[in-house]
């Protein structure tokens, strides 16, 4: 109940449980003070999350009775090929994004994504996965492309060809290459559309038409699908992400039609990036920062610790060696094979092998780190062999050590502070790509929230001011904020 003290009234705070049948605790506000700070810890309520107290306690002015609001967390489930074994269920809270799990690789399919999106979050989900099938004889399938970038229907399958290459390397690059002899101008075929081939999707970047002797030849070139990460559509301004690897690369293909393959490593690490790039040299650095290979699958993108075989295998032996020549670099002291096969096999990008050639005194083990070949004729083969290393972008992330003027619209390295009374919203002078350090100190010993706002809410976008939270009505908040490389814009 209500009492005075020195002239002041102080009002009683009852805090009762979710039920309502006990109380958790009360506490004694000054008229007109918040009692935000002074409530009990609030029960854990399997299921539920705890989003606040049924009346506002900002400013209290009379005896009260709360109760604490929970909402349901929400379950998303993501099922299997079969569509009835559930892989995981990702608990999320109300408006926001579920974590998938790599989906499963399946033989003679691939992965084409999940049938709706796990971004913001508003029900209980089931997600299911699509695959397309793989024809058992090598074929080109040609696809039309929706408008979120995704993969739409067919429009057209080639099953023979006049020449055709796909190379694919251990740093990412896949290319394809091909010629058909078609008898007219495919006018639904353009650049931007996709084409599959043995389970890998490419985008047409490049189309050549020739018209001889009545026949007309058409050229085209691909780039693998994950480089549409490449897009001004896709461009960072500024990330800063502290999690596991599969948490960051959800984030980073968040808004694409890709997703997450299969995922090695689950050691908590961080990713920065305060200059422009793209998503793709963002993923690139994730990747080689977790010391991984990307591993393509249908529309996903995977980190793996090792691609192809482990077991060495004597690669002279077994898989009727055509030429071989080598290169050696003494700056970087390594040795790199070339060698063209008369059969393709069961060889694959990743592969261990022992090389044993008495001709030319070669007796060592190294791995497959580039592979060409013909999917129409796997006689057409020619792969490079030496050692792979990730290597860091240092440019993705500039460390600025000299102090600018704030006034200086040039600042790179500056301080940007503030007075708030209460809750509120902190504004910057200007934007800035790096993720700012701040410091805060309250009159009262109260201690605030602070949340970094980002421009347009992107999590690649630069950050533009701040919200303070958890301080009392009167609290008086200095904030300081240390922020570097501004956002040029």
Same mark, same amino acid.
């Given at each position: 109940?209500?009492?005075?003290?020195?002239?002041?009234?102080?009002? @009683?705070?009852?805090?009762?449980?979710?039920?309502? &049948?006990?109380?958790?605790?009360?506490?004694?506000?000054?008229?007109?003070?918040?009692?935000?700070?002074?409530?009990?810890?609030?029960?854990?309520?399997?299921?539920?999350?705890?989003?606040?107290?049924?009346?506002?306690?900002?400013?209290?002015?009379?005896?009260?009775?709360?109760?604490?609001?929970?909402?349901?967390?929400?379950? +998303?489930?993501?099922?299997?090929?079969?569509?009835?074994?559930?892989?995981? &269920?990702?608990?999320?809270?109300?408006?926001?994004?579920? %974590?998938?799990?790599?989906?499963?690789?399946?033989? *003679?399919?691939?992965?084409?994504?999940?049938?709706?999106?796990?971004?913001?979050?508003?029900? =209980?989900?089931?997600?299911?996965?699509?695959? $397309?099938?793989? /024809?058992?004889?090598?074929?080109?399938?040609?696809?039309?492309?929706?408008?979120?970038?995704?993969?739409?229907?067919?429009?057209? &399958?080639?099953?023979? +060809?006049?020449?055709? !290459?796909?190379?694919?390397?251990?740093?990412?690059?896949?290319?394809?290459?091909?010629?058909?002899?078609?008898?007219?101008?495919?006018?639904?075929?353009?650049?931007?559309?996709?084409?599959?081939?043995?389970?890998?999707?490419?985008?047409?970047?490049?189309?050549?038409?020739?018209?001889?002797?009545?026949?007309?030849?058409?050229?085209?070139?691909?780039? *693998?699908?994950?480089?549409?990460? =490449?897009?001004?559509?896709?461009?960072?301004?500024?990330?800063?992400?502290?999690? @596991?690897?599969?948490?960051?690369?959800?984030?980073?293909?968040?808004?694409?039609?890709?997703?997450?393959?299969?995922?090695? +490593?689950?050691?908590?690490?961080?990713?920065?990036?305060?200059?422009?790039?793209?998503? $793709?040299?963002?993923?690139?650095?994730?990747?080689?920062?977790?010391?991984?290979?990307?591993?393509?699958?249908?529309?996903?993108?995977?980190?793996?610790? *090792?691609?192809?075989?482990?077991?060495?295998?004597?690669?002279?032996?077994?898989?009727?060696?055509?030429?071989?020549?080598?290169?050696?670099?003494?700056?970087?002291?390594?040795?790199?094979?070339?060698?063209?096969?008369?059969?393709?096999?069961?060889? !694959?990008?990743?592969?261990?092998?022992?090389?044993?050639?008495?001709?030319? *005194?070669? =007796?060592?083990?190294? $791995?497959?780190?580039?592979?060409?070949?013909?999917?129409?004729?796997?006689?057409?083969?020619?792969?490079?062999?030496?050692?792979?290393?990730?290597?860091?972008?240092?440019?993705?992330?500039?460390?600025?050590?000299?102090?600018?003027? %704030?006034?200086?619209?040039?600042?790179?390295?500056?301080?940007?502070?503030?007075?708030?009374?209460?809750?509120?919203?902190?504004?910057?002078?200007?934007?800035?790509?790096?993720?700012?350090?701040?410091?805060?100190?309250?009159?009262?010993?109260?201690?605030?929230?602070? &949340?970094?706002?980002?421009?347009?809410?992107?999590?690649? /976008?630069?950050?533009?001011?701040?919200?303070?939270?958890? +301080?009392?009505?009167?609290?008086?908040?200095?904030?300081?904020?240390?922020?570097?490389?501004?956002?040029?814009?």
């Amino acid at each position: 109940m209500s009492e005075i003290i020195d002239g002041v009234t102080y009002y @009683t705070v009852r805090f009762l449980n979710y039920a309502a &049948t006990d109380l958790l605790g009360t506490a004694s506000v000054a008229s007109g003070g918040d009692a935000t700070a002074l409530a009990p810890k609030p029960e854990t309520i399997e299921g539920k999350t705890f989003t606040g107290w049924n009346v506002d306690i900002t400013h209290v002015v009379e005896d009260m009775t709360v109760r604490p609001v929970y909402e349901d967390l929400l379950k +998303v489930k993501f099922y299997g090929f079969d569509k009835t074994s559930v892989l995981s &269920t990702a608990i999320v809270k109300q408006g926001k994004d579920a %974590i998938p799990p790599s989906p499963e690789v399946v033989a *003679h399919y691939i992965f084409i994504g999940w049938d709706k999106s796990y971004l913001n979050v508003t029900s =209980n989900l089931d997600v299911y996965p699509m695959y $397309r099938a793989i /024809s058992t004889n090598p074929t080109l399938r040609f696809y039309y492309v929706k408008g979120d970038k995704s993969s739409g229907d067919l429009i057209k &399958t080639y099953r023979g +060809v006049n020449s055709c !290459s796909i190379t694919q390397k251990l740093s990412g690059e896949c290319t394809i290459d091909f010629s058909l002899l078609t008898r007219k101008l495919e006018e639904d075929i353009t650049t931007g559309s996709r084409v599959e081939v043995e389970g890998l999707v490419f985008t047409i970047v490049d189309i050549k038409k020739n018209i001889s002797s009545g026949m007309c030849y058409t050229q085209m070139t691909g780039e *693998h699908v994950s480089y549409l990460l =490449n897009d001004e559509d896709y461009k960072v301004e500024a990330f800063d992400m502290m999690d @596991t690897p599969r948490a960051i690369l959800t984030t980073l293909l968040s808004d694409t039609p890709l997703s997450v393959g299969q995922i090695d +490593v689950a050691d908590t690490m961080t990713l920065r990036v305060n200059t422009g790039a793209t998503r $793709r040299a963002c993923v690139m650095q994730l990747i080689a920062q977790a010391g991984c290979e990307i591993e393509y699958y249908g529309y996903t993108i995977g980190l793996r610790k *090792h691609l192809g075989n482990k077991a060495p295998i004597d690669l002279i032996k077994n898989a009727n060696l055509q030429d071989i020549s080598y290169s050696y670099s003494s700056n970087d002291q390594i040795t790199n094979y070339t060698l063209s096969i008369y059969n393709k096999g069961s060889l !694959s990008l990743g592969d261990e092998l022992n090389l044993c050639f008495s001709p030319m *005194h070669i =007796n060592q083990q190294s $791995r497959i780190v580039g592979i060409s070949w013909n999917p129409f004729n796997y006689k057409e083969v020619s792969i490079t062999v030496g050692q792979y290393i990730p290597t860091l972008n240092e440019s993705l992330y500039q460390t600025i050590n000299t102090v600018s003027d %704030i006034t200086q619209k040039s600042a790179k390295y500056t301080v940007e502070f503030g007075e708030l009374i209460g809750n509120g919203s902190f504004y910057f002078t200007r934007a800035y790509n790096d993720r700012p350090y701040y410091q805060i100190t309250t009159n009262d010993g109260t201690k605030g929230t602070i &949340t970094l706002t980002r421009k347009d809410g992107s999590a690649f /976008s630069s950050y533009v001011g701040a919200s303070l939270s958890g +301080v009392n009505s009167t609290t008086v908040t200095l904030l300081v904020f240390y922020c570097t490389v501004p956002d040029e814009e």
